[in-house]
């Protein structure tokens, strides 16, 4: 049984998506463009998303910064103005930095949580009221296997995903009898400009396209969570039931670090 309501058909929804320039956030708004939906691209990088919406006259632009409050509230002010209401809200923003024990930067630290965790709390603020109001609404947030549990480098970023699915799980237990979908988006590696940069071998890489298609069946289905790929997925929650004296060990061996 679904945890969430299934969604049969993307064709006119209104979709806001958050972190829409590059990436994960990029694939998806081409796949909802490809699917019929109406989507509006927020992030920081104006031409990236205009050149997305160019490949719809119904898609909308609207820059913003997700650590800016005013700018997050005035970016959905302007999008209900436009369109009436949103239906769904996906927000994919986020931001990455290795980090081990020895370089902990606080003020490295509070930037990623002001990107990946305050800014989906922002947004998530922000369409509440409506949809509440509404008592229909779909909201999903990308988190990363990341957040399973505490790994090498991870020290600042693993954290803020960490947070983002015990956000999503308690906005669960709260809106899903109102009506209001909420789904968590937990993938492994994705080939994206976050990733570009890193020096290790990411098993089961997908390309972005691929996650985008994941993300949408999984919202479809009504699944709560949505991680993926599965050959990748499935070791990770493995590792999460683990206990502690098996998991450091084997986190070491699997790692190298
Ligand atoms: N790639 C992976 O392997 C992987 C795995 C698990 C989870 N994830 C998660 O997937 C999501 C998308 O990442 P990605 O891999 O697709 O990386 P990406 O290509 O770097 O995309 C990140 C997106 O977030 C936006 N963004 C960053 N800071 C922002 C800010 N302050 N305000 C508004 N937008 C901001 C970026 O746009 P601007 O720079 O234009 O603002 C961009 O659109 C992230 O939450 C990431 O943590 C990725």
Redesign the pocket.
Known sequence: MSLNIPLRDWRDRRVWI?????????ALAEALIDRGARVAL????RD?LDAIAARSGRSVVVP????DAAAVTAAHDALVDRWGAIDDVLF?????RAMRAWELDASAVDSLFD??VQ?AVRVVAAVLPDFLRRGTGRIAI?????GYRGLPKALA?GPT?AALINFAEGLHFDLAPKGIAVHIV??????????DGNDFR?PALIE?AEAAALTLRGMERGDFEIHYPKRFTRWMKWLRVLPYRWFFPLAHRMTGL
């Open positions: 958050v972190g829409a320039s590059t990436g994960i956030g990029a927020s992030a920081r990088k990236p913003l910064d997700v650590t994919v923003a986020g931001s990455y990107v990946n800014g990308v988190a990363s296997v990341a970023y995903k937990n993938p492994g590696f994705v080939r994206t400009p976050l990733t990411m972005p």
